[in-house]
Structure formats: C-alpha cells, structure tokens
C-alpha cells in the first residue's frame, strides 16, 4: 500500500508533466532529448572532418573546407535510361583547332531528323540563345549588331549558306572567332535541335525540298 505522503505526490508529479506538456501557442512544450527530434542540418557538399576534441581545431577547419564532392574521372560516360539518347553522352571526339573542325565538317552528321517539329523546337532555342547576334533570319542582324554596334556575324544566307552542319556543332560546342562556347548552355541535344533551324534560315526559311515555309519568324511571339 502507498503511503498517504505518496498517496498525495503521485497525482502532483503527473499533473506537473501533462501542464509542462501543454503551451498556450500549440508548441511541443518541454522536449526531451530535442536531438533526437530534430537533427541538426548538414550542408550540402561539405565535409565536417575529425570531432575538434579529439583532432584539434586546425584539422578540423581544413577538413571542413575541403570539399566532400569529387569530380568524375577522366572518360567517365554518363548513364541514360533512354538508349537513343545515350549517343548524347559520348565523349567529343574532335579537337578544337583547325582539324578537328575540318573533320567535322567532313564527318559528323546530326543524329535528330530534319522535321517541321524539330524544326520548331531548334526556333524556340534559337530565340532565346542566337537571335540577339545573328537575327531573326540569320542576316546578322541582331539587337546586339543594330543597337550594340557589334560586329555583325555573317548572315546564313550569304557566305555561311553552304555551311556543313558538323562545323556548325563544332562552333556551337567550342566557339569560333567572336563566337564563344555554349556547351555550358546549351546539351549536346540542344545544339543539334537549334541546327536544325538553322538549316531552315539556310534554305531560305523554307524546309528542304519545299516551297512553302512550316516554321513562321513570327510565331511565339
């Protein structure tokens, strides 16, 4: 049996705890090992090295400022769930200087059909990524020429009319003369789209083959 002093401190102890459980604002009241809650947040790409009590703090400072990321290595392939556009992770085979761009012309060919869809596709790419230097229709005639006084690039229709669609990836990947690099724009796919349209300003604006123009200049606008 309790005795009446315990009689009387039980009924105390557990109305103590459901009145420290309970919080005018709906919060958790007193949280018992809030660690166990809520952990404390990691940062991404950052490696929190040796505890400091037991390594010091000088080697744990360095190791937290190295990052726990690596690069991949050398050659490494990226895995597509989608074996047609495996193709687009292989490594470039062709060297930026003179060579490789000749041998690109000569051999490279673009793996996307030549299609009114792709067609408008590579047009969506081309508005947003070429128009402001070549033009609306590849005349070199962007707002970056006709307002910045940029030189203008040559016009697809002109000297570029006859341009091999190889030599044109070749660019898009490296850059060439005025032009820089958009391989950090643009995917492998992207630039194979966009040239796709830019076949389309080489014949005119018209698809191979056809009289009349599917793709409107003026259309998404």
Same mark, same amino acid.
């Given at each position: 049996?309790?005795?009446?002093?315990?009689?009387?401190?039980?009924?105390?102890?557990?109305?103590?705890?459901?009145?420290?459980?309970?919080?005018?604002?709906?919060?958790?009241?007193?949280?018992?090992?809030?660690?166990?809650?809520?952990?404390?947040?990691?940062?991404?790409?950052?490696?929190?090295?040796?505890?400091?009590? %037991?390594? /010091?703090?000088? =080697?744990?400072?360095?190791?937290?400022?190295?990052?726990? *990321?690596? &690069?991949?290595?050398? !050659?490494?392939?990226?895995?597509?769930?989608?074996?047609?556009?495996?193709?687009?992770?292989?490594?470039?085979?062709?060297?930026?200087?003179?060579?490789?761009?000749?041998?690109?012309?000569?051999?490279?060919?673009?793996?996307?059909?030549?299609?009114?869809?792709?067609?408008?596709?590579?047009?969506?790419?081309?508005?947003?990524?070429?128009?402001?230097?070549?033009?609306?229709?590849?005349?070199?005639?962007?707002?970056?020429?006709?307002?910045?006084?940029?030189?203008?690039?040559?016009? %697809?229709? /002109?000297?570029? =009319?006859?341009?091999?669609?190889?030599?044109?990836?070749? *660019?898009? &990947?490296?850059?060439? !003369?005025?032009?820089?690099?958009?391989?950090?724009?643009?995917?492998?796919?992207?630039?194979?789209?966009?040239?796709?349209?830019?076949?389309?300003?080489?014949?005119?604006?018209?698809?191979?083959?056809?009289?009349?123009?599917?793709?409107?200049?003026?259309?998404?606008?």
């Amino acid at each position: 049996m309790l005795k009446p002093n315990m009689k009387l401190s039980l009924p105390i102890a557990l109305g103590a705890m459901l009145l420290a459980s309970c919080a005018a604002d709906n919060g958790p009241g007193i949280e018992y090992m809030p660690d166990m809650y809520r952990g404390p947040a990691v940062e991404a790409y950052v490696d929190y090295g040796q505890d400091p009590y %037991y390594f /010091g703090e000088d =080697k744990a400072r360095e190791q937290r400022n190295t990052p726990s *990321t690596r &690069t991949a290595p050398a !050659g490494t392939i990226a895995w597509s769930a989608d074996p047609v556009k495996a193709q687009y992770n292989f490594p470039y085979p062709y060297a930026n200087d003179t060579t490789g761009y000749a041998r690109a012309g000569r051999e490279l060919f673009s793996p996307i059909p030549m299609t009114k869809e792709n067609v408008d596709k590579g047009k969506e790419i081309y508005d947003k990524f070429c128009q402001h230097c070549h033009g609306e229709k590849g005349d070199g005639d962007g707002k970056v020429v006709s307002v910045g006084g940029h030189p203008p690039p040559t016009a %697809y229709s /002109g000297p570029l =009319k006859d341009l091999p669609e190889g030599k044109m990836f070749h *660019t898009l &990947t490296y850059g060439k !003369g005025m032009m820089g690099s958009h391989a950090g724009q643009l995917t492998k796919e992207e630039r194979w789209t966009v040239i796709q349209y830019v076949k389309y300003l080489q014949n005119g604006g018209k698809m191979p083959g056809e009289g009349a123009a599917p793709a409107d200049s003026t259309a998404n606008k």
